[in-house]
């Protein structure tokens, strides 16, 4: 089986309190790709411009990332810019330019129709549709939005979500959404629209796994120095679609270990700029770092 995942694939240029980088490899998909990478088979779907550095395709296929569904449109690349105080609890978007991915209409190959895991990552909802109706039988459909999306086209997410059995966001996200407060409610809320299970991210404090019964808590882990918190959810959820895509189930102590390999996956994003750190990353770092949140969570 493999995981195929839609969405963006950009250039950031980002300044933190620990330095700056210009024209980083940025994207939605690219985040998610290369953590998801370490678990298993990638297809990614994408759309660059003709500025687009052809070093960072080789870096994703460095990792096995399929990139036959990365498409090259005249034009620029979409180009991100922020930057974060010393808190890094929130970007402050300067400037977004779309440029190409704005006309981005997503052609799935043939050949990656059969995957068996499938990620929408943060892209317009009626194209989220759209590609779900084009994958034959896929065992896992998770998303990914966004405050954009969800202010301008609320209806259609939530007609989306009746098709998807997991939906990754974040707090403000969840709040946004479903007008609730309060995590658990609108957790509860979410799935009443479909999901079987709804992950709330919270940065800095971890996230929440919500099943129908049941709720577990991720830790997030304790890091001394975070560089760039860029990418970082994204991260997340590859860490969190390629543990279950690895594991071929989804039982709830899968679910659970996937949320703990999700925010392993994060924890090393975010200890350098763009992919700088993740391009050095190890399975035995991943397995050690693994065991170190189960160890921090666990009361003997």
Not at 92 to 102: A, G, I, P, Y
Not at 286 to 292: A, G, L, M, P, Q
Request: proline letters at 4%.
């Amino acid at each position: 089986m493999s995981i195929l995942v839609v969405g963006s694939v950009a250039l950031d240029s980002v300044e933190t309190p620990f330095g700056k980088r210009e024209r980083a490899l940025g994207g939605s998909a690219t985040f998610f790709s290369f953590s998801a990478s370490f678990f298993d088979r990638v297809n990614l779907v994408g759309v660059v411009g003709e500025d687009f550095p052809p070093e960072y395709v080789e870096l994703l296929r460095s990792r096995g990332i399929d990139t036959r569904g990365l498409a090259t449109l005249p034009g620029e690349t979409f180009h991100w810019v922020g930057s974060y105080r010393y808190d890094m609890g929130q970007a402050v978007t300067h400037s977004t330019c779309l440029n190409v991915f704005e006309r981005f209409q997503p052609e799935i190959p043939a050949e990656y129709r059969e995957s068996g895991h499938l990620f929408l990552a943060n892209i317009d909802p009626e194209l989220q549709m759209d590609v779900l109706r084009r994958i034959e039988r896929p065992r896992l459909v998770a998303c990914d939005t966004m405050n954009f999306w969800i202010e301008g086209k609320r209806d259609a997410l939530i007609e989306l979500l009746g098709s998807v059995d997991v939906i990754i966001l974040n707090d403000a996200e969840a709040r946004q959404l479903t007008g609730q407060p309060n995590l658990v409610r609108a957790a509860k809320a979410i799935m009443e629209w479909g999901p079987e299970e709804v992950v709330i991210k919270k940065g800095e404090h971890g996230a929440l796994l919500f099943g129908a019964d049941s709720i577990f808590v991720a830790p997030a882990y304790p890091l001394e120095h975070i560089i760039d918190p860029t990418g970082a959810g994204d991260t997340f959820a590859g860490g969190f679609v390629g543990h279950l895509a690895r594991a071929g189930k989804r039982d709830w102590k899968t679910m659970c270990r996937a949320a703990i390999y999700g925010s392993v996956m994060a924890s090393f994003c975010v200890e350098d700029f763009s992919l700088d750190r993740m391009k050095t990353l190890t399975e035995e770092e991943i397995s050690f770092r693994y065991r170190e949140f189960i160890r921090l969570s666990r009361i003997d």
